[in-house]
Structures are given as structure tokens and as C-alpha cells.
């Protein structure tokens, strides 16, 4: 983790999203006073936008996702693996990726959270905030977190397949947005394999939505055990 976070494209990536977040703040509808809680509303209103879900699979691989790449062909990888196992060192890798893409959305959430809290809830009408909007507004930007961290990691599949910046980079993106267009244009049901359903949730998932939770953390564990998988089949060669 601490490598991690002395990565500047993680920090980069970070105020991406919160940008994103800002442009995406719906000013228009602030009517003085508010509603007790409105901040709330209008900080999901900010992480539903058009804009957050397409910059998804671009800034969730900007942190590492290619680190595989940069460590290769550096020569940087041969002298590491000699420090550690190489078990150890996929198992670094592959939750260091995954922590790559889930970071940035979720630092760059509670720090607009917190500017809604601070700018909006002094204007709001006393009253009590219900824990379920509270929750219901943390699960969305969880949702958008795990999502950042799948991209991540399929972007480190890519890059220990074709060992190439370009690939590693550019395919994440295409998977996405082929997912997208596949609904939108020629299978309007198809709503279980739409990255803007897995956000917003708007379709049936089972009791108290807990089916997109269960699609989400399995989506991550399959795409982590692949990563892992290639990379062990890479350090193999060396």
C-alpha cells in the first residue's frame, strides 16, 4: 500500500474523478432552504452523472494497471522477485492493481461528500438525516469503487498477456464501452452486463439488491485470480 500511494498517478487519477464529480454537481437545483439531508441527494446526483461512468475504465488503469509492463521491461521485476517469492510478489501485484483502480473513486467520493456536507448542510432545514440515505448514498459510491478496481485489474490481465503499454491501457476501455453500446443499441435487456446498471441499480437484484453486491465482489475475485494466474505464468519465463 505505501507503494501505492507514492504513485503520482494515483493522486492524478484521484482529482480526475473529483473534477468529474464537480462538473457533474447539479448547481441548478439549489433552492434556498433545502430539505434536511439534501446534500446527500445531491452528492449521488454528482456520482450518477454520464461523465463519471464513462471516465471509468480510463482513470481506474492510470495508477498501475500497466505495472507489470514497467516492471518488465525495466528490468526492474528480475532484481525484485530475487528480494521475495514470486507467490509473494503475485500476491502484491494483483491486490496492489485492484487497490489502483477502487482508490481513486473512493478517496475522490468522500472528499466531495464531505465538500456537500460542508457547503450544503449548514443551508438545509433542521431536522434528522435517516442512516438508510446515508447508506444508500455510501453503497453508491462503493459500487463505483469496486467497479474502478475490476477495470484495474483487467487492465493488469491485458498487460501480462501482451506485455504492452498500448494494450494494457487501450483494451480495458474498449471491453467497456462495447459493453455499453452491446445495451444500448442491440440488447436493451441485457442489463445484468451494463456498467451503468451496476452503479445505479435500477433493475431487479434479488432482495434488498444484494445480487449486484454478490456479482460485483465474485467479478473481482475471478479477474484477481486471472490476473494471478498470468503473472504466475510469466515469472515462470524468467
Not at 474523478?17 to 434556498?32: D, N, R, T, V
Not at 473513486?105 to 468522500?110: D, E, K, Q, R, V
Not at 498477456?161 to 459493453?179: D, E, H, Q, S, T
Request: charged share 10%; aromatic share 16%; hydrophobic share 50%.
Amino acid at each position: 500500500m505505501k507503494e501505492l500511494l507514492q504513485e503520482k498517478g494515483l493522486w492524478i487519477a484521484s482529482l480526475i474523478c473529483l473534477i468529474a464529480m464537480l462538473i457533474g454537481f447539479p448547481f441548478y437545483k439549489i433552492e434556498l432552504p433545502l430539505t434536511t439531508g439534501s446534500f446527500l441527494n445531491f452528492y449521488q446526483t454528482t456520482l450518477d452523472t454520464q461523465l463519471l461512468l464513462f471516465l471509468i475504465p480510463i482513470v481506474a488503469v492510470l495508477p498501475v494497471g500497466a505495472i507489470y509492463v514497467r516492471e518488465s521491461s525495466s528490468g526492474f521485476l528480475k532484481l525484485y522477485i530475487t528480494r521475495i517469492s514470486r507467490m509473494q510478489y503475485i500476491k502484491e501485484k494483483t491486490l496492489q492493481i485492484y487497490a489502483g483502480g477502487f482508490l481513486p473513486f473512493f478517496l475522490a467520493g468522500l472528499f466531495a461528500e464531505i465538500l456537500c456536507f460542508l457547503f450544503l448542510y449548514p443551508l438545509e432545514l433542521q431536522g434528522t438525516i435517516s442512516l438508510e440515505s446515508m447508506q444508500t448514498a455510501f453503497a453508491h459510491l462503493l459500487r463505483i469503487s469496486l467497479i474502478g478496481g475490476i477495470m484495474a485489474e483487467i487492465s493488469g490481465i491485458f498487460a501480462a498477456i501482451f506485455r504492452n503499454y498500448y494494450m494494457a491501457y487501450g483494451l480495458p476501455f474498449v471491453c467497456y464501452y462495447m459493453l455499453i453500446i452491446l445495451k444500448e443499441r442491440y440488447l436493451p435487456d441485457m442489463y445484468t452486463m451494463y456498467p451503468g446498471e451496476w452503479i445505479a441499480v435500477k433493475q431487479h437484484w434479488g432482495t434488498q439488491g444484494t445480487g449486484i453486491w454478490i456479482f460485483l465482489v465474485v467479478f473481482s475475485l475471478v479477474v484477481m485470480l486471472l490476473n494471478g494466474l498470468l503473472l504466475y505464468t510469466r515469472l515462470q519465463e524468467i
